[in-house]
């Protein structure tokens, strides 16, 4: 202001009539000017122990450093905290200065002695109102600003604990979806696989096609590179690309609506695709009796009746009858026997058949035959 001046100056006006604790007092707070925060700390307090109005002047000065330190951490690095505090700094200053002005003032009349302070710190005293009100307001602005503003980082927190809270959610479903993909992709190879063995048991009964679409599928599958990742994407995404040239209706879809046909109905499947069409039969047909294994090993003719020709014979026994060949049918035993004569006596008596002798034998009995033949009987003596 105009007509005020420093601390300094109005402690160098003060005539010689001041009294010594006064005097002491100004030198100390004249000394203080420069010093630290820290260091007025340390005088006020030794100020404390000298009266009751330094003491209440420590309690304020701590209370309102301890709602700067409170409030410090939320308006850090803001202009415009920065600006409020400047102003704040400069009207504390003026405002001690007032304080010690009335101290003296209240000291001076409280011991009956003369007022020590000359008239520009007299009028300074009296705007004393014009430095508080505005540092009252500052102050107040002061706190509302950096309570705002720990709301304000509260509430960042929070809502940075709530998106990181979504975003670990959000991490953890895809998570879980990537599991459920990779389960699903590897069951239709699995099925796959599955499908591509009962193609092989089946290989009488399948499509040509298929099978060689089967087969290359199962051999690029099993190179184990890029190119086997790629035909199990298109296998699992039931892509409409061929498998390979040579089966054209063969895709990937149709292998992979193949393979997710369950086992017990696979089978079944594939006889159904290859079952022969049936042969209708008359009615005559189903009443007759069929046994499988006779008519393919032995297909026997209607057996003729004999008949007897024995009346018919000449009664000459020397007259050779001629008859003609019997016909012989083969038995399921692989024997043939005549079927237009009746059984001999050795063919009805199976025991009383003479056995055949062994070649050598016979021989030898004819050899004795023409001996015999060939040399005359010998001549009885009678003769």
Same mark, same amino acid.
């Given at each position: 202001m105009p007509g005020t001046t420093t601390a300094l100056d109005a402690t160098n006006s003060v005539s010689s009539g001041v009294p010594d604790g006064i005097e002491k007092k100004q030198n100390v707070d004249q000394s203080s000017s420069g010093l630290s925060k820290r260091a007025l700390k340390r005088l006020q307090k030794e100020k404390a122990g000298n009266g009751e109005g330094d003491h209440t002047n420590v309690n304020? $000065?701590?209370?309102? +450093? !301890?709602?700067?330190? /409170?409030?410090?951490?939320?308006?850090?690095?803001?202009?415009? /905290?920065?600006?409020?505090?400047? !102003?704040?700094?400069n009207l504390q200053k003026r405002k001690a200065k007032l304080d010690k002005y009335h101290e003296i003032a209240e000291e001076a009349k409280a011991k009956n002695l003369p007022l020590t302070l000359?008239?520009?710190q007299i009028s300074a005293l009296a705007q004393?109102?014009?430095?508080?009100?505005?540092? @009252?307001?500052?102050?107040?602005?002061?706190?509302?600003?950096k309570s705002q503003a720990l709301e304000r980082i509260a509430r960042e927190k929070e809502q940075k604990a709530q998106h990181e809270a979504e975003v670990a959610k959000a991490v953890e479903a895809a998570k879980l979806e990537g599991i459920a993909q990779g389960r699903e992709q590897l069951s239709l190879t699995v099925k796959f696989l599955?499908?591509?063995?009962? @193609? !092989?048991?089946?290989?009488? +009964?399948?499509?040509?096609?298929?099978?060689?679409a089967f087969?290359? %599928? %199962?051999? /690029?599958?099993?190179?184990?590179?890029?190119?086997?990742? $790629?035909?199990l994407d298109d296998l699992v995404n039931g892509s409409s690309k061929q498998v390979f040239e040579e089966a054209n209706s063969i895709t990937f879809e149709k292998v992979k609506e193949i393979s997710q046909i369950p086992p017990e109905e696979f089978f079944l499947t594939q006889t159904e695709e290859v079952e022969e069409p049936k042969v209708e039969t008359t009615a005559a047909e189903k009443s007759q009796p069929t046994i499988s294994f006779l008519q393919e090993e032995v297909t026997?003719?209607?057996?003729?009746?004999?008949?007897?020709?024995?009346?018919?014979?000449?009664?000459?026994?020397?007259?050779? /009858?001629?008859?003609?060949?019997?016909? $012989?049918?083969?038995?399921?035993?692989? $024997?043939?026997?005549?079927?237009?004569?009746?059984?001999?006596?050795?063919?009805?008596?199976?025991?009383s058949k003479k056995k055949n002798r062994p070649y050598y034998r016979? @021989?030898?009995?004819?050899?004795?035959?023409?001996?015999? @033949?060939?040399?005359?009987?010998?001549?009885?003596?009678?003769a």
């Open positions: 304020g $000065s701590s209370r309102e +450093s !301890r709602e700067e330190s /409170v409030t410090s951490d939320a308006g850090s690095g803001d202009i415009f /905290v920065d600006h409020l505090q400047k !102003r704040i700094r000359n008239p520009d004393r109102e014009t430095v508080e009100a505005p540092l @009252k307001e500052l102050q107040d602005a002061l706190h509302l600003y599955r499908a591509a063995s009962f @193609k !092989r048991q089946l290989s009488d +009964s399948t499509p040509a096609e298929e099978s060689a087969e290359h %599928l %199962l051999k /690029v599958v099993y190179a184990g590179d890029d190119t086997s990742l $790629s035909a026997e003719e209607p057996q003729q009746p004999i008949q007897d020709n024995t009346a018919s014979l000449p009664a000459n026994k020397d007259t050779a /009858v001629v008859e003609s060949a019997p016909t $012989s049918t083969p038995t399921a035993n692989g $024997s043939t026997h005549p079927t237009d004569r009746p059984p001999s006596a050795n063919e009805a008596n199976p025991k016979n @021989k030898r009995k004819a050899n004795k035959d023409g001996e015999n @033949k060939a040399t005359p009987p010998p001549a009885s003596n009678s």
